[in-house]
């Protein structure tokens, strides 16, 4: 049981560049959501998904698209890097009011 | 809007202290309240989740109080080891499906042997 997986672990981009998060999780949970960490900032909701074909925005959307397609796949999309998109991306899932992250993707925008 | 707060921010002490951790939440209108732990360059790992119905929970040596009436939760660590040291966080939501979880910006905790 893998629970959520998230790639690429590490990523560097240039401003203007476009890339996409992977996050998959194997526990058959409905919802699932990114967020970023941010020194002194905490962890902000980016977007969330609450079943396949459904997502919402969340505290920090900006520059940022989501699908949700099937159950266990939910990709953040980066349009147009900026540099204060870099941070650390992670992806939950959730059962039952209780929370599982994945290791998360760092992400550097020069 | 909810604002979570966890005091202390930073925490060092020798191996074998029992310990508290503190988290406040403005909105006492939550559901459920969730603790975790984050190594460095790491996910944060669920270490205890309080639902509404209860107040308090116990996993091993950790255990999580929740008095929603005065906004507070404490996690207490007994009989700390070095293997404790991480961030430790907190966070609330209101139990719907819909609901965002509000974290704490966590309190980094060091024991040192």
């Given amino acids: 049981n893998a629970g959520v997986t998230q790639t690429p672990k590490f990523q560097v981009l240039k401003t203007g560049q476009s890339m996409t998060l992977q996050c998959a999780q194997d526990m058959n949970h409905e919802y699932m959501s990114w967020y970023r960490q941010d020194p002194g900032m905490g962890l902000r909701l980016i977007h969330y998904s609450v079943g396949a074909g459904i ?5 920090v959307p900006n520059g940022y698209n989501v699908s949700r397609s099937t159950t266990e796949d939910f990709p953040l999309r980066l349009l147009s890097a900026a540099p204060s998109q870099t941070s650390v991306y992670f992806c939950a899932s959730k059962s039952r009011g209780e929370l599982f992250f994945g290791e998360g993707s760092r992400l550097t925008v020069l | 809007k909810q604002e979570v707060t966890q005091i202390p921010a930073a925490l060092s002490v020798p191996e074998g202290e029992n310990l508290v951790l ?7 209108a939550i559901y459920n309240l969730q603790w975790f732990r984050q190594d460095p360059g790491k996910g944060l790992t669920s270490l205890l989740l309080i639902q509404s119905s209860q107040r308090e929970q116990t996993s091993g040596r950790l255990n999580a109080s929740l008095d929603k ?45």
């Fill in chain 1, 55 to 59: 997502t919402d925005q969340g505290e």
């Fill in chain 2, 69 to 113: 009436s005065s906004g507070r939760s404490t996690l207490y660590i007994a009989a700390s080891q070095p293997g404790d040291s991480a961030t430790y966080l907190c966070a609330v939501d209101r139990g719907s499906t819909l609901g965002r979880l509000y974290f704490g910006r966590g309190t980094q905790l060091t024991v040192w042997p």
């Fill in chain 2, 22 to 28: 503190n988290c406040s939440f403005t909105d006492s």
